[in-house]
DNA sequence: TTCTTTAATCGGTACATTACGATAAAAGAA
DNA sequence: TTCTTTTATCGTAATGTACCGATTAAAGAA
């Protein structure tokens, strides 16, 4: 996973709402859930929590499946698990301590 | 660890330069590490990095300690893994699916 | 004291984010 | 066909972020 998309990832995870969204689609697992499903769990405006949706969908932690005239949002564990074991491995960096070869992403 | 204190770590985390600057941090571990420091390791100005600085500290992942004439800043092992704890929790939790009761700890 | 070093902060610009209501497009029902 | 439902997108305003150069304040050296 590069820097860009660890950092897009996180981003896409630092703001409250876009948690309970993901907390939201968990719940609702079994039956489809969409875009109004998640709506009336939150005290934000449709489109509002459209947006948040499209930041979740960009940085590939959900999917999108249309399914008749709704999309339905489904969690994606696997990109999810990867953030987690980039994280681990970015520790692992930090806590290694004297010479860790940084290659660093062009600004 | 509150939601809005892992989004604003998130946040944190969220740009590649961030994740670069504790990097640099930690391969200058054994040497106290200050802002000039890190900036001769980045393509960017001093107010910028220092910039930076002030968003991974506001967001508790590094320390500051007042050396001389210099703030030399070390990596917060300890709020990084609090980190990481939260983010397994929250793995844990949308996993599990139908309702999720969060912490049972008997303290 | 004055001079230098270091780093936070200020002022400014450009762009991104978050929120809203309104609109448009797509799919199913009548 | 028309009507309804659903949701992405548009337009807009307020706020936040990222970068820079310039300035200020603090500490050490001369």
New interface residues.
């Given amino acids: 996973m590069r820097?860009?998309d660890?950092?897009?990832a996180?981003?896409a995870?630092?703001?409250?709402v876009r948690?309970?969204i993901?907390?939201i689609?968990?719940?609702q697992?079994?039956s489809p859930c969409c875009c109004s499903d998640v709506t009336v769990s939150l005290p934000l405006a449709q489109s509002t929590v459209s947006q948040h949706i499209k930041v979740l969908l960009d940085a590939g932690l959900i999917e999108r499946k249309s399914r008749g005239t709704r999309n339905c949002y489904t969690?994606r564990?696997d990109r999810?698990?990867e953030l987690?074991a980039a994280?681990?491995g970015?520790?692992a960096?930090?806590?290694?301590?004297?010479?860790?070869e940084?290659e660093?992403?062009p600004?």
Avoid: E, S
């Fill in positions: 820097d860009d660890i950092a897009t996180m981003r995870l630092g703001h409250p948690l309970n993901l907390r689609l968990a719940t697992q079994q969690i564990h999810l698990a987690g994280y681990t970015l520790l960096g930090l806590t290694g301590g004297p010479v860790k940084l660093m992403d600004v």
